[in-house]
């Protein structure tokens, strides 16, 4: 199992449309996804789910990643959170 | 003959609204109205055929969402058609769609309970949150969560409805609009909404008459009622009577042929008969509307009015989020200009701070409020900014009353312009600055204020409002909102001579702009560019294109020296009839 920490970079937040992104990301990859906030643990498979995390910029979330493919599914979507979602 | 006062003076059926897209309609109700699911828990006996229909339901509503996706993505901006996105994915989200499974499997529910009940338990953590973007949220669910319901109860979309109906409802959701316009649609009347509500501005870009916000609507007309829109001055007449009938009809086809005469216009430009261009620029209230003013022929953006973002956003956008929007604006009206007034705040709109004014329109509003919130004021100046590299945007400050709320502005600005130097952002060295002329002190000092700016544009809601120290709002006092008053007139006037001794750009926004009453008197008193709402721009290109300058001199030299506003009209009156131009009537 794989574990990270990230934070909300992007001024805007976990807004639709990176949640999307995120759903679709996580979707290619075949190991359990969650998504931790608040006591909140969210599967990252799901957009009904992500989409109901809050979360502001500046906030913190801790990814899981477990399964074969974790690694990879790991780096793709850290990557996608440290770049702040590609926006301002 | 009477006129729409006398006519709605005497009415005991009507029903004020909001004007939302001008046109006069008259038709069949069609009650459009969200029937609350009756959602059954009854057992599951087959588990099989359950699951069938599930599928069968999710397909549907896929085959209804990606419709509805593809004119959002036509019609609207990518942010608002990114909620139709999250929706269809909603559809295919395997985590839900397993729960639906397991949960009908075990539980021997009926999947439409299952449905309801699924999804209203994330809804509800949603609508926990903190968050007020989150709760929104909740709202753009319920769409979802409502359709695989109807769906799965086998009730087919509303959106089939008799042709030539006039859709009243509570209130529509963007995906209602958009179905609906399809299906020949003549007119929408809702509850709630203003001018910046969904079913406002797709009636508008698609030129269907609308008011909104009548409040209770839906109380008073029944399912196949007759009812008149008239969407020039917001009035909906119910069962209307002979008189009414034959008024409106008359109207209606004159607006016919009107708008079958308008469409030559559309390319040419707003030229006197002697030559004199007049420039006819769009108010625009939503990014959404740039559509529309692209297609009327416009010269550009006379009036961003940016308060509209936080009306509709419902909390102040962030400098990122304003340089996207006004950036977008920018390039799809490039080559021609686009105006971005601050945040007008204040009066009657957007209520920023819970302080109470027991004056609030002699209170703290537009440059006031701005000046006070510096921080507010520069992430706009700073969006602004970075946003006018494609050198056409303009920057209007509104409710200046004195020379030192322009100049403490200025310095703003420059203290703006020298962070982004700083910090290496480009923008435009040119970027220009002007004022709303709409405090009658302003008006008093315009060649003093002219000095300090680029440009000047005169607002006539306000300025008429505070010259005549009249409210238009309050039935007691509204006849003295008096467009045509000399008193308005010759500030007008006064405004436009002492702008030009200084060279500077005069232009004309507010509803006066619109009303082809006022236009030769206008053109005559030495306007020559007005900003009005995109639809209105054909009709008042049409009335400039009869016209002689020479002539309107003399028309504007006459009313200057009335005593009345009906003297005044009654000259402008005169002036159609003796240069046998066929008014749009009091249509606008």
């Known amino acids: 199992m794989i574990e990270k920490i990230v934070k909300i970079k992007n001024k805007a937040g976990l807004h639709t449309r990176p949640a999307a992104t995120i759903v679709k990301l996580a979707s290619k990859y075949k190991c359990e996804f969650f998504i931790a906030k608040d006591g909140l643990n969210i599967n990252g498979k799901s957009i009904i789910g992500v989409m109901t995390l809050a979360a502001e910029t500046g906030s913190e979330l801790i990814l899981t990643f477990e399964g074969e493919d974790e690694q990879l599914a790991s780096d793709e979507i850290t990557d996608f959170f440290n770049r702040g979602f590609d926006e301002p | 003959m009477k006129t729409f006062k006398h006519i709605y003076k005497d009415a005991k059926n009507k029903i004020h609204g909001i004007a939302a897209a001008p046109g006069i309609v008259i038709g069949k109700v069609y009650l459009f109205t969200k029937e609350k699911l009756e959602i059954s828990d009854g057992e599951v006996t087959n588990f099989e055929e359950a699951k069938r229909n599930l599928e069968e339901a999710l397909k549907q509503s896929k085959k209804e969402l990606t419709k509805v996706f593809s004119i959002a993505r036509e019609k609207m901006d990518e942010t608002r058609a990114a909620i139709f996105e999250a929706q269809m994915m909603i559809l295919d989200d395997p985590i839900l769609l397993k729960a639906f499974e397991e949960r009908i499997e075990r539980e021997k529910k009926q999947p439409e309970y299952v449905v309801f009940d699924e999804i209203t338990k994330y809804q509800d953590i949603m609508r926990h949150s903190k968050e007020p973007y989150i709760k929104e949220r909740a709202h753009d669910i319920d769409d979802i969560k409502n359709r695989i319901i109807r769906n799965l109860q086998k009730k087919r979309w509303q959106s089939k409805i008799a042709a030539d109906a006039i859709v009243v409802s509570d209130m529509l959701t963007p995906a209602d609009t958009l179905l609906l316009s399809r299906s020949n649609v003549k007119g929408f009347v809702t509850d709630h909404g203003g001018l910046t509500s969904h079913a406002a501005i797709i009636s508008r870009s698609l030129n269907i008459p609308a008011v909104v916000g009548t409040h209770d609507i839906t109380k008073h007309v029944k399912e196949d009622d007759t009812i008149i829109v008239d969407g020039f001055h917001g009035y909906v007449l119910i069962n209307p009577t002979k008189e009414q009938t034959e008024f409106f009809t008359k109207k209606f086809q004159h607006l016919v042929e009107l708008q079958k005469g308008l469409e030559e216009f559309k390319d040419k430009p707003a030229l006197t008969k002697d030559g ?34 936080l009306e509709e956003l419902s909390e102040f956008p962030t400098e990122e989020e304003q340089v996207k929007i006004y950036s977008n604006l920018s390039s799809r009206i490039y080559p021609n200009t686009l105006t971005i007034r601050a945040f007008d705040i204040g009066g009657d709109k957007f209520k920023l701070l819970e302080i109470y004014e027991a004056n609030p329109f002699l209170g703290l509003r537009g440059i006031r409020l701005l000046l006070e919130n510096p921080t507010l004021f520069k992430t706009q100046i700073r969006a602004v900014l970075k946003a006018s590299n494609n050198k056409n945007i303009r920057f209007m400050l509104p409710m200046v009353s004195t020379i030192m709320e322009i100049k403490r502005a200025k310095e703003i600005i420059e203290e703006c312009k020298d962070e982004l130097k700083k910090e290496n952002h480009s923008f435009d060295k040119h970027f220009m600055i002007g004022i709303m002329v709409e405090v009658p002190a302003a008006a008093v000092m315009t060649k003093e204020l002219s000095k300090e700016v680029d440009f000047l544009s005169i607002g006539t809601n306000d300025l008429i409002q505070y010259l005549m120290a009249v409210d238009r709002g309050n039935d007691l006092v509204s006849d003295l909102y008096q467009e045509f008053s000399p008193a308005v007139i010759r500030t007008i006037y006064h405004i436009i001579t002492q702008a030009k001794e200084s060279k500077k750009e005069i232009s004309f926004c507010g509803e006066m702009a619109a009303d082809t009453l006022a236009i030769p008197l206008l053109v005559g008193l030495g306007v020559t560019s007005l900003s009005m709402s995109p639809s209105t721009i054909p009709y008042a290109k049409r009335i400039i294109r009869y016209l002689n300058y020479a002539h309107t001199k003399q028309l504007a030299k006459d009313c200057l020296s009335c005593s009345t506003e009906v003297e005044v009209i009654h000259l402008i009156e005169k002036f159609f009839k003796e240069h046998s131009i066929t008014r749009t009537r009091q249509i606008i």
């Open chain 2, 276 to 309: 004199r261009e007049i420039l006819l620029y769009a108010n625009v209230d939503v990014s959404g509307e740039i559509d529309i003013v692209v297609t009327s022929g416009a010269n550009g953006i006379g009036l961003y009015r940016t308060e509209q973002i």
